[in-house]
């Protein structure tokens, strides 16, 4: 039987593999260059500048798109869990202020679980909740921090930040077919503007800010989503609010939880880029030169 490669080529094989390991180990250095350093100053300052706009009243009216866009995601992530789940879903609704809301059935159990307790008084969600059910509401903030992550990653390559910001402009057009309000119709053509105003500069360089602004905006989603909740009393309850009548435990119990998640999810964000984009600023400046170029 005659060999699957030719000993040349076999030794030639092997020969290659301590130059893909020295390449690996080299991808292995996290100490950020300066134009990293300064990508990750802008995203962690980005989580107050998102905080103040989400809920101030004039701020959270010029960001109605941006958050259109962020509720949208969330509520496709549980539309999606859910369908895969065997639900049926019989509303959805996405707003920039009042949130998002989808509403599922055939999740839950037909027969009540035995409490663990019996003094405990369970509601009757906490009876009848499933795997199933869990699974679609943990998987609007799981969602919406894989977006969120994506976004932050590319933020750190000018090129990715290119390709991401395609993806954001196809999906700032989704929510306008259901823009129930000038302020949000307004919002959202300002939004689409100064996405492709800055496509003009620098070679879209800038683009990389916006694509950040927006990472954080989705990876965060579950300070707002609860922050919105205790400040305005909004129609659509937070997530936080539907694990607390789910599962029990209190509301700012799993508003903690979800934040240290996010936060998480974000340290790996920055160190993902750090390492995978590890890049001159020259080198990145030339090929987005040559991407799509402006």
């Known amino acids: 039987m005659s060999p699957l490669l ?7 094989t092997f020969s290659d593999i301590p130059s893909s ?3 690996l180990l080299s991808r292995q250095n996290t100490t950020p260059n300066h134009f990293q350093t300064s990508t990750v100053i802008v ?6 500048i998102v905080l103040i706009a989400w809920n101030l009243p004039i701020l959270r009216d010029v960001i109605a798109g941006l958050k259109l866009f962020t509720v949208a995601i969330h509520e496709l992530c549980h539309l999606t869990i859910g369908l895969l789940c065997g639900g049926q879903v019989w509303s959805i609704c996405i707003d920039p202020n009042d949130g998002g809301a989808t509403t599922i059935s055939g999740l839950m159990r037909t027969t009540p679980r035995v409490p663990n307790n019996p003094y405990a008084l369970p509601t009757m969600a906490q009876l009848y909740w499933s795997a199933s059910a869990v699974a679609t509401l943990s998987a609007g903030y799981v969602g919406s921090s894989i977006v969120g992550w994506l976004f932050i990653v590319s933020g750190l390559d000018i090129v990715a930040s290119k390709i991401a910001a395609l993806v954001i402009h196809i999906g700032m057009l989704v929510p306008i077919l259901r823009a129930d309000s000038w302020v949000a119709f307004g919002s959202i053509i300002i ?7 800055l496509w003009f500069g620098d070679h879209g360089s800038a683009l990389r800010y916006y694509v950040l602004f927006l990472g954080v ?3 965060f989603y579950s300070v707002w989503d609860y922050i919105d909740e205790a400040l305005y009393d909004k129609r659509n309850s937070s997530d936080c609010s539907q694990f607390s009548h789910l599962l029990g435990w209190p509301r700012a119990g799993w508003a903690i939880f979800w934040f ?3 936060a998480l999810v974000f340290t790996s964000a920055m160190f993902a880029g750090i390492i995978v984009f590890r890049r001159s600023d020259e080198d990145m400046y030339a090929e987005a030169s040559h991407f799509l170029p402006t």
């Not at 995203?43 to 107050?48: K, R, W």
Request: net charge negative; glycine share 4%; aromatic share 14%.
């Open 217 to 219: 905006m989705n990876l």
């Open 43 to 48: 995203a962690s300052v980005y989580f107050i």
């Open 260 to 262: 240290i998640y996010e």
């Open 191 to 197: 939004c689409e503007a100064v996405l492709i105003g």
């Open 6 to 12: 030719p000993l040349p080529e076999l030794n030639q």
């Open 21 to 23: 390991l020295h390449w």
